[in-house]
Each structure stands twice: as C-alpha cells, then as structure tokens.
C-alpha cells in the first residue's frame, strides 16, 4: 500500500470516529476525505472482496439488506452500505468501517447509484450485478430510462465476465446483447392471457422493431410476461420464478418462489421482486432454499424510511419512500389493502437526492385516495404547497386535509390524528429530516 493510500485511509477512519462519536454520524463525508486525498483508494480498499453490485431504479436499499441477510445465512460477515448511500463517497466509507475477517470468504453487498456503477467497476470487478428495474426517476439527473440504462451498462463493460442477475419481466434488460453471463428472475403466477400496459407506460417498445410490446400476463407498469406480435422478440427464460402470491397486507406478503413458500414481513407487491431478487442471489451463492426462507421470513427485518415503523404517543408510524409515479402508484395500491382505517401524510421536498423537479406527482394515482378509509389528510415538507394542491385536485375534501409545512409541528400533529395508524408518503430528504427530528425528540435512538 502506498504512502498516500495509507494517509487517505488513517484519514477517512479518523472522520468517521469523530463523526459518530460526536455528532450524529455520517456516511459521505469520510469516503469524501478520503477520495480528497487518493482518487483511487477503492482499487485498495475492495482488492479482497467478492462484490455483488445492487442497482436500479427502485428496491435497490430493500433487496441490499434481504440480500444481505440471506448471505448471512452462509458467511458470517458481509459487508455492505445499509444507510443506503450509494455514491462513490459512501462506498468507500463502508469499505473504510470495515472488520478484517479472520476466516472464511468476504463478501460485499453493495447498493449503487445507477450512474456511480462506473465509479466502481473502474477500480473493482464485481462477482455479480443484480438489476432491480428502471422507471423515469429524477429526470434532471438520468434523463430517460434508455438513458439510465446506458450507464448502468457504461459501468458493467468494465466487468465483462461478472454475472448479471437481471429483472426478467423488464425488457430492457433483454435490449442489448452483453457479454455477461445473465440469470433472470420474475413472476409466473398469472395464467397467459392478452394485455397491453397502459398508454403513458414507458418501456413498452420492442427494442429490436419499435413496435408496442404486448403482454401474455402484467404484474405492474411496464413489468410483465412480454412479446412481441411483429418480430417475436420476448421475456427469456426465467431461472428463478415466483409461481403465486398468496396475500398480500400493507405489513406482510406471503408468496410462493420455486415451489417454496415464503412470508416476508414487510407490504407490497412491489417489495416482493425485491424478496426475489435476494432469493436469486442466495441461490447463486449457493444458499440452501431453506435457509433463504429463513432469512426472507424474520419478523425484525426493517429499512429505514421503507416501511419502518415508528410509535408516537399511541400512533402507529409507518414511514414509506416515495420518488417516482411507478413507486408511488405501488404505494398507494399497498395501503390500499389496509382494513383498518388510518390517516395519510404526504411530505415532499425537492432537493438534488429527491429530483428538483416536482412535476411527477402528477402521474401519480392520488385520484384513489379519497375512496380509500383514510379519515385525515396531511402535507409538510420543503413543498408543501404542491403536494397540497395536487390532494386538492385528487378530491381530497379541504375539512378532512391539514397543512403543517413544518417538521416538528408534524410531529406533534401526529397524536391529534383520529386514527392510530398512520402513514406518512416522504421523498427522500423529508425522510431523512423527519428521522432526524423524531430522534431529537426521543422517539427512535438516532437520524442518520
């Protein structure tokens, strides 16, 4: 190791010591600190390690965490990001809070911004990606779905012969032909019929002729059992398949994978992908399929900010993670399913990690809401004003919607909400603030 790799390193563990002894902590800046010093610490830092890149548009925090707690089940100690920062900075902060293993094989699950892929695969060659699924996201940072997938694929053509484990229900992860050896996962649990997405769908064209994609069977938006009528160009064959759903509450889904029963303890069919994607990683890694259903199936398995629930006075807080129509489409179908009435919080705010422009609210299906058994509306964040008005415009009734643009003073509303299970829909930034706020007020240990 060089002498500045060395300084770099002594460096970024110093930063992070001092963060986390004495203030709140935080995961950027010493992988900042310490890039500051060597730009290419992470050729030093992930040498030892077989990495497992996690990328897409959606799930990418979820499916890191069940993926590592599937690993679990077979090597001990695997390192990975759970805060979920994913740029280049945060990887190299987790490689720096590393614990050298004293045996066995080391293992890192990394989550990883779509356009940060190459700010890794330039130093480390992963042993596998996993491709979760691209919708429109943040558009002033990615652009189009092709777009994001470029870069995503900008990064793999420096791991050629690492495995791709792909979203076989995406077609475009069946778009380009990759060196790679590619394993697919999706869902076969619908009988073949004939379908089209619907008109605004993004994704639906065959890229081989541009004709409009037609589905034998669809799970969500553009995701599904696709073909085309005009060329024949389809979804591949699935290696690991999810062959039912059995039921799905806005806190459990319980399906079935390769002729295994799973319940993961956490809602939506959209969470259920990311179950399936770890279940696909653990096969590849040579996981028995009764410890995966060990892993998918523990009670305690949380995220922060995606579905994590929090109790205020005698409130019921579940937090979910809002950013994209697709995202939050899935959401509001999620709570949907809820049989107890409850009240609804929408915080939007509009910063670099939320997208600043808030104009894809408007494809979001807030229309459902009024008929849902939601007895209170609220709004906050840094943008209130437009999630207001977009609630308005659904039909939400002006006596049953309370605006609090301020954090604190949402808290403290939170007890006079008629109902004791609460929602609250947050992008990610007025997530990270209302965990912070809630853990000055004492009701989580720490923000992040």
Known sequence: MSLKSSLAIA???????????????????????????????LKVLGKNYDVIVITGTNGKTLTTALTVKVLNQKFPQVLTNPSGSNMEQGIVTT?????????????????VDEANVIKVTKYIKPLAFVFTNIFRDQMDRYGEIYTTYQKILDGVALAPEATIIANGDASIFNSKQLPNP????????????????????DGILCPVCQHILHYKSIVYSNLGK????????????????????????????????????????????????????????GRFMGVAVADIQTALNDPDERVFGRQEQIQVGDKEITIV??????????????????????????????????????????????EKLPKM????????????????????????????????????????????????????????????????????????????
């Not at 590619?182 to 769908?201: L, S």
């Not at 696709?226 to 399906?255: V, W």
């Not at 995202?327 to 919080?345: A, C, H, R, W, Y």
């Open 95 to 111: 490689f720096l809070t590393a614990k050298k293993s004293k045996n066995g094989r080391q293992i890192a699950v990394l989550e």
């Open 11 to 41: 460096t970024g563990k110093s930063a992070y010591w001092f963060l986390h002894k004495f203030r709140n902590g935080g995961s950027s800046l010493p992988g900042k600190l310490t890039t500051k010093i060597d730009p290419d610490i």
């Open 321 to 366: 993670l809002v950013k994209n129509p697709v995202g939050l489409n899935q959401v509001i179908d999620m709570v949907g399913t809820e049989k107890e009435p409850f009240s609804l919080v929408g915080l939007l705010n509009a910063n670099y990690a939320d997208g600043i422009d808030t104009s894809w609210i408007w494809d979001g299906e807030f």
């Open 182 to 201: 590619i394993q697919y996962y999706g869902f076969n649990n619908q009988p073949d019929g004939e379908t089209m997405a619907a008109v605004n769908t």
């Open 373 to 448: 058994n939601i007895k209170q509306f609220m709004t906050g964040g840094e943008r209130y004003k437009d999630i207001t008005f977009r609630l308005k415009v659904a039909g939400v009734p002006e006596d049953r919607l309370t605006v609090t643009p301020s954090l604190q003073d949402a808290i403290e509303k939170f007890k006079d909400l008629p109902t004791k299970r609460v929602y609250v829909f947050a992008t990610y930034t007025a997530m990270i603030q209302l965990r912070k706020q809630l853990a000055e007020d004492g009701y989580i240990k720490e923000g992040i």
């Open 226 to 281: 696709y073909y085309c009528p005009n060329c024949g160009f389809k979804r591949p064959e699935l290696t690991y398949q999810l062959t039912s759903i059995d039921n799905l509450t806005p806190a459990t889904s319980a399906f079935t994978i390769d002729h295994t029963a799973f319940t993961l303890h956490i809602g939506g069919l959209y969470n259920v992908y990311n179950a399936l994607a770890a279940y696909a990683v």
